[in-house]
């Protein structure tokens, strides 16, 4: 008789999941094998975290082992984040487990040709036209930031919102207008959603093309492609509604979370993500790069993940 005591679990596909949940003030565990949330009065709240691309822990959360066992199990990216996701402090890495990817990645990168045209694919896809010929990588940043800042502007008039300018002091949150919080903290979900994807393709988060230096360059190359469908709408539609007495009453941190939420089920985007990853790298022209031909395989060969590419075994 065959033995089932051990059925090795399989990772859902990225595009069939749901995006993303914060929590905050609780033990996240595994009890009675269900990955659940233990608040301080010992009440349990299952998480479904096979299904989810993205977990967020906020201040107040701890994590046993077993949870970030089971989590990395199923490909699910934990990230721990400050107060209302304004800050990443750390992340878990369920994917990334494609060196053919990676190299990939970083040979489009290095190749200085290679990347100004992924830069001008990402520019068309951002703002629906040609970027202007004739121009550099860092005068193509230029351009985008100057016309960034007049989106901003266009949806706070859009929405009747008095908007200064993308500006806050981060020790000093509380402080920050209505507006400059749900940006930041639609934006942290973007980002959340977007790091997960990538990970599960099996790319690498800091090699970016447009950004360049930072841990998650690559994921604000990809987010902001879709920062002024998803995240930037979500944020200020929110505050719009708040501002018109037809919130929640929750803080708006909470409230622009869920249209994002809403909104990135709706769109579709996990979807998109990794399909449109694999255009945009195509785009540097160059030919992604074969296997080489000494490559010897492991004297135990491992089963294959289920999943998607980055998911590891």
């Known amino acids: ?25 609780g033990q996240l565990d595994v009890l009675d094998s269900a990955f659940v949330l233990v608040d301080v009065n010992g009440v349990r709240t299952q998480i479904p ?3 989810l691309a993205c977990i967020m822990l906020e201040p107040g959360t701890r994590v046993s082992h077993a949870a970030v066992v089971l989590a990395a199990q199923v490909g699910c990216l934990l990230v721990w984040v ?6 990443l402090y750390a992340s878990g890495q369920p994917g990334g487990a494609r060196a053919d990817k990676l190299l990939y990645q970083a040979r489009v990168a290095l190749d200085e040709t290679a990347r100004l045209n992924v830069v001008r694919d990402m520019y068309r896809r951002r ?7 004739r121009r550099s990588v860092d005068q193509l940043r230029g351009m985008e930031g100057a016309r960034v800042r007049e989106m901003y502007k266009l949806l706070a008039q859009r929405h009747g919102i008095n908007w200064n300018a993308r500006n806050y002091d981060r020790k000093e949150w509380d402080s920050a207008d209505s507006a400059n919080r749900a940006l930041s903290s639609a934006t942290a979900c973007l980002y959340g959603l977007t790091e997960a994807a990538m990970l599960a393709a099996g790319y690498a988060p800091a090699i970016g093309f447009l950004h360049r230096g930072k841990p998650l360059s690559f994921v604000y190359d990809i987010a902001d492609i879709y920062k002024f469908e998803t995240a ?11 501002n018109k007495g037809k919130g929640d009453g ?11 939420r809403d909104l990135f089920r ?3 985007l996990l979807d998109k993500i990794i399909p449109d990853i694999e255009e945009i790298l195509h785009a540097g022209g160059l030919d992604p790069p074969t296997e080489a031909p000494e490559a010897a395989d492991p004297a135990i060969p491992r089963e294959e993940a289920g999943g998607d590419d980055g998911h590891r075994g």
């Open 232 to 242: 930037a709408p979500a944020a200020f539609e929110t505050v719009a509604k708040i």
């Open 49 to 51: 975290v096979g299904g």
């Open 82 to 87: 400050g107060e209302g996701g304004v800050r």
């Open 127 to 133: 703002f629906g036209e040609d970027a202007p010929s």
């Open 250 to 260: 929750s803080p708006v941190e909470r409230q622009v979370r869920i249209a994002c």
């Open 266 to 268: 709706r769109t579709g």
């Open 1 to 25: 008789m065959a033995d089932t005591s051990y059925i090795p679990l399989r990772p859902i596909p990225m595009k069939e999941r749901s995006g993303i949940i914060f929590l905050q003030y």
